[in-house]
């Protein structure tokens, strides 16, 4: 059975069967208990006490729908490498703290080389684009931005790859 550190640093034992619920669960979350137990081999009773603990241990942790954000008025991605002045956990904490309240900030990373911050935004159109470059430039803290824009998104997977091992098969 495999360890693996949840959400919170505790570390959980998943085994074939909870692995493969996060799998078909990673791939059709809408799916009722009754067909997800009958994907992974087990009653429906215990699925659901596994799904249950998976979430309670926030190996999963939530389960959303994916719009075309093209169709909803959103057709410009671009990602923004940022720079604060200073790496103090106060200022990175900040910063964190006013994206999160831009509703374009579609994910925030904090990286290591090239920059402090990696973050994801999209807009309505070039002027949104503009200002909200323009709004990250002014930022607090913020000495350096550079933007990509997307030209075409081949490839976006959610999730992870879920490998499943049956049992008496070697890693």
Same mark, same amino acid.
Not at 134 to 148: F, G, P, S, Y
């Given at each position: ?34 067909? !997800?137990? $009958?994907?992974?081999?087990?009653? #429906? ?6 799904? =249950?603990? *998976?979430? /309670? ?60 911050? !990696?973050? $994801?935004?999209?807009?309505?159109? #070039? ?6 470059? =323009?709004? *990250?430039? /002014? ?33």
């Amino acid at each position: 059975m495999p360890l693996v550190q949840d959400g919170s640093g505790n570390v959980t034992d998943l085994d074939a069967v909870d692995l493969r619920i996060v799998a078909e669960l990673q791939n059709d979350g809408r799916m009722t208990n009754v067909e !997800l137990a $009958r994907r992974v081999g087990i009653s #429906a009773p215990p699925c659901l006490r596994r799904v =249950r603990r *998976l979430e /309670e241990e926030r190996i999963i942790r939530g389960y959303h729908a994916e719009p075309n954000a093209a169709a909803l008025g959103w057709p410009i991605t671009f990602f923004a490498l940022i720079g604060l002045e200073s790496q103090k956990e106060a200022i990175l904490c900040s910063f964190e703290q006013q994206l999160a309240q831009w509703p374009e900030v579609r994910e925030c990373h904090m990286i290591r080389g090239g920059g402090d911050f !990696l973050v $994801r935004l999209i807009a309505r159109d #070039a002027a949104h684009e503009n200002l909200l470059t =323009r709004q *990250l430039t /002014e930022a607090q803290h913020v000495i350096r931005v550079q933007t990509l824009q997307t030209i075409r998104t081949s490839l976006e997977r959610w999730g992870v790859p879920v490998q499943v091992e049956e049992e008496g098969q070697a890693p």
